[in-house]
């Protein structure tokens, strides 16, 4: 392609409505935008749901909670119990709370990327802090199918 792919873009498309039509063009652009869209260098849109959400997990400490704002903000909160925690949290802000803790479907370090992708950057996690690493990731996936649920996807 030369410097000026939009004029050839248009020319392809031109010739694609002549020997395929409107229906076949408007596909293929329709696939070629959705792998943009999912391609890994692609820009993500951080995941700022409706309502504040705190994803919860089981760990080592007790229960891990990963709140996330409206504005897209991310705390990391641990108490001994389920009612602790969201009583530590309620102290701020009212979340709704999404309990499923699913397990992770790879590395931690992919489970993370697919985090990424989904919109939402999952915080530091330290050795020592009460809780494992598949803890924090499980708590943050909860918090991505929260969203999803109440987007209605």
Do not use: K
Not at 22 to 41: F, G, K, N, T, Y
């Amino acid at each position: 392609m030369t410097d000026d792919w939009r004029a050839e873009l248009a020319d392809a498309v031109a010739r694609g409505l002549e020997i395929e039509g409107l229906d076949v063009v408007r596909s293929a652009l329709a696939a070629e935008a959705e792998a943009l869209r999912v391609h890994p260098d692609a820009p993500v849109e951080p995941l700022r749901p409706d309502v504040p959400l705190l994803g919860v997990s089981p760990c080592e400490a007790g229960y891990l909670g990963v709140l996330l704002q409206t504005d897209g903000r991310l705390s990391v909160h641990v108490a001994r119990s389920r009612s602790l925690l969201i009583n530590q949290v309620g102290e701020t802000v009212q979340p709704h709370v999404v309990t499923e803790a699913p397990g992770g479907s790879g590395t931690t370090g992919e489970d993370r990327e697919s985090l990424r992708r989904s919109g939402l950057t999952v915080p530091g996690w330290y050795s020592g802090a009460g809780f494992a690493e598949s803890e924090l990731i499980d708590a943050c996936t909860a918090l991505v199918l929260g969203v999803r649920r109440r987007a209605g996807d």
